[in-house]
């Protein structure tokens, strides 16, 4: 990733899921229901998160309506691109074939995700 974009931690990253996910902008209690069973969550615990979020540059609150209402400000494909792209070089050299080899090896993919992924492959290249 690249210096502007920050990481996320895993409940961030939970919140930033449920942010993403909705079509419209969401209250605090709208995120603290979606993360109901998931995380055991008092609403002050929500709301230290959300302003962390906010201070990260990720989320942006509009108070103009009386609620509280959050929407990203970074996108999730654009998240996603620049945290794959940080686990690649940090973990396998920056190359896809050794994540590949060593999920292979260690039987995490079997046989079946390597044909979907032949298969995917072969569709990007007849784009």
């Known amino acids: ?14 919140i ?4 993403w996910d909705s079509d419209s902008p969401v209250t605090s209690n709208y995120i603290l229901k979606e993360l109901q069973g998931r995380r055991k969550w008092q609403l002050s615990t929500l709301m230290t998160s959300l302003k962390r979020l906010g201070d ?9 309506t009386g609620n509280n209402l959050y929407t990203s400000i970074i996108p999730e494909s654009e998240y996603k691109a620049g945290a794959s792209k940080h686990f690649l070089e940090k973990l396998y050299n ?14 995490e993919i079997q046989n079946s995700d390597i044909e979907e992924l ?7 290249e007849e784009e």
């Open 1 to 14: 990733m690249g210096n502007t974009l920050k990481k996320l931690g895993e409940a961030e990253l939970e």
């Open 56 to 64: 990260k540059g990720f989320i942006q609150c509009d108070r103009s």
């Open 94 to 107: 920056n190359s896809i074939r050794n994540m590949i080899a060593t999920l292979y090896s260690n039987r």
């Open 16 to 19: 930033m899921q449920v942010i």
């Open 118 to 124: 032949r298969n995917f492959l072969d569709e990007l």
